[in-house]
């Protein structure tokens, strides 16, 4: 069955094609305009009996495509699009193709319309070839056709390809704003360091890091691949230096950079580091899992009540679920009897309410997840994942 918003559409279209075409009929012969005459009175017939194919095929037949009627052709094609009509829009914007009648500009808008059903289809070569052809025309839709291959690149993983298309366009075009363009330039450059580190090229992986942090020096995911990185081959100085980068390049992105610089300081046998770096974070930067990772310290250095005075001392100035969790379980461990009893029962309620919240959200679309995602799966926007912060979170 149509719905009610194409019928009227397709409606609407016929009669605009159907004054359109009776205003220029008048000026040709009497037997050109009894033709186009029966197949509006088709298309209408078609529709009215809900024989959609049947009604878009007299649609194109009967609507003649020059400058006048030329926005109800992309209209029309442009809805088939989003209802998920691709055969249907494609033909409409073939069809346009097909006319010379056409300037350039417009017959460049009918191919990035068409290119756009391509993608919807996911006929991506077919895309490509056609905004390819735009851009390498310098058309007016150059920018649109970039955006659109940039698309295609990143979902095909042709990091290279997409970067160089980003290259071209201009910051206003791109993610919105200069940043955004620099931040999805960076993490492309970050999958390339991550394909060249899966073959173990550690001097193209670099090459790749730094010139992620040339297009964005705020990218925490060059400083935590690379800081991995270097750990791996034993660097821990340097991977400590790279890692000390993510507080100032984004607070909310610390607890990602904690268990890899606290391995740096142990590797180095530097615990009194250690101590004074966590502290200074905790100063400027609290977070739950900051909290509970000095409680543990603590707990080695002192013991288990030290270390419960200080959770509670937190908890007083920054209330979170998970640093009250640790607390709880580290008195069920020099508890007995009912007070033993009580506490497991407040450690499973806790522990309930965290098992149903995300660590993660997009700030963007509001995507939640317990993973971190550098590729929003929800918006498809690079870097927009955060950890979530407040009393469920850290
Ligand atoms: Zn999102």
Known sequence: MMDFGLFALLLLAIAIGFFLGWRYRSKRADNEGRHSTQSYFRGLNYLLNEQADGAMDAFIDSLEVNSDTLDTHLALGNLLRRRGEI???TKIHQNLLARPSLTTPQLHEAQLELARDFIKAGLLDRAEGLLQELVDAGSQYKSEALEHLVEIYQNEREWEKAIQAANQLSNRRFG???VGRGRARAHFCCELAEQALDKNDVVTARRYLQQALSYDK??????????SMEYQLGNYREALKLLQKVPAQDPDMIIESLDLVCDCYTKLGDKRGMQRYLEELLAQYPSSTLVIRMAEQIRWSKDDFAAADFLAQQLRERPT???LSRLVELHLMH??????????LLKQLLDQVLEQKPGYFCEQCGFTGNQLHW???GCKSWGTVKVITGVEGE
């Open 87 to 89: 055969a249907k829009a």
């Open 176 to 178: 919105k704003t200069a």
């Open 218 to 227: 705020h990218s925490v995911r060059a400083s935590l691949l690379w800081g």
């Open 321 to 323: 679920i998970k640093a």
């Open 335 to 344: 508890s007995e009897g009912r007070a033993r009893e009580n506490l497991q």
């Open 375 to 377: 590729l929003c799966p």
